[in-house]
């Protein structure tokens, strides 16, 4: 969690008994004690208030599923990739549909010797 291993605490505990001292210790650590408790007593009324703001319809949601740190930009894709049906494979209605809206995008044919069509915006 801290980075701290299990060495390292019992370093961290010794110079804290030797520089805190044996008569102030037990003052500190019930100080230590409060303190946790009364955060642990604010984040769950935190968590409470937030329930109750936010209604019924967001007890039911998976909030694992919006961790940003699971989200693998190359499944993202290969999952992308690998969901569209080839064109062989989808309904014949949707392939008529898609035939109707390419036909809708082919280009008239422009008379001889006419200029190519030009837009000076565009450039």
């Known amino acids: 969690m801290l980075g701290i291993n299990g060495g390292e605490l019992v370093v961290i505990i010794v110079l804290a008994l030797v520089l805190i001292g044996p008569e102030r210790l037990p003052r500190y650590a019930a100080q230590l ?3 946790v408790r ?6 769950q009324d935190a968590k409470t208030r937030v329930d109750d703001e936010l209604g ?3 007890r039911d949601v998976d ?6 740190r699971q989200y ?4 993202i894709v290969k999952e992308a990739l690998l969901d569209d049906e ?3 494979r989808r309904p014949a209605a ?3 549909a898609g035939a109707a809206a390419a036909a809708a995008t082919v280009p008239v044919a422009r008379p001889a010797g006419a200029p190519a069509p030009f837009d000076d915006e565009a450039t």
């Open 63 to 68: 909030w694992g599923k919006l961790d940003p």
């Open 86 to 88: 080839p064109a062989a």
């Open 33 to 35: 004690g409060a303190l």
């Open 72 to 75: 693998d930009p190359r499944r």
């Open 56 to 58: 019924e319809d967001f």
């Open 94 to 96: 949707a392939a008529g």
């Open 38 to 43: 009364r955060g642990k007593s604010v984040l």
